[in-house]
Nanobody, 124 residues
Framework: QVQLVESGGGLVQAGDSLRLSCAAS????????MGWFRQAPGKDREFVAGCSAGGGYTDYSDSAKGRFTISRDNAKSTVYLHMTSLRPEDTAVYYC?????????????????WGQGTQVTVSS
C-alpha cells in the first residue's frame, strides 16, 4: 500500500484554474497507476482522470477531457491534476487513488489506496 495526501483544493470562480497535488509515500510509488476521482454531495464517486505508472498513458472522463490534465513526477512521487475553465458543476471533494500495476482504471473499486480528499468549490 501507499499513503496518499492531496492538497491544492480551494474556492475559485468559474473560469479559473486550479492544480491539485497528490504526494505518495510508502511502497514505490512508480509501481502504481494513479487516478483522480471526485464526489459531489448526494452523488456517487466518479472517475475524473487516470495515468499509467510510467505516466505515458492518460485517460479522462468526458467532462474532464480538454480542460483537465493529469501528470506525475515519479522522482517526487507526486501526481497532479491541473484543472482549467472550472465550472460550478466541478464542485466536489477530489480524491487521489493508487492502483498497483501499470494501467489505471475508471472503476474506483480497482484502486486499493486513497487519499483523504481535498475540497474544490467553484462559484458562479
Amino acid at each position: 500500500q501507499v499513503q496518499l495526501v492531496e492538497s491544492g483544493g480551494g474556492l475559485v470562480q468559474a473560469g479559473d484554474s486550479l492544480r491539485l497535488s497528490c504526494a505518495a509515500s510508502g511502497r514505490t510509488a512508480r509501481s502504481y497507476a494513479m487516478g483522480w476521482f471526485r464526489q459531489a454531495p448526494g452523488k456517487d464517486r466518479e472517475f475524473v482522470a487516470g495515468c499509467s505508472a510510467g505516466g505515458g498513458y492518460t485517460d479522462y472522463s468526458d467532462s474532464a477531457k480538454g480542460r483537465f490534465t493529469i501528470s506525475r513526477d515519479n522522482a517526487k512521487s507526486t501526481v497532479y491534476l491541473h484543472m482549467t475553465s472550472l465550472r460550478p458543476e466541478d464542485t466536489a471533494v477530489y480524491y487521489c487513488a493508487a492502483r498497483y500495476g501499470s494501467l489505471p482504471s475508471r472503476t474506483y473499486s480497482d484502486f486499493g489506496s486513497w487519499g483523504q480528499g481535498t475540497q474544490v468549490t467553484v462559484s458562479s
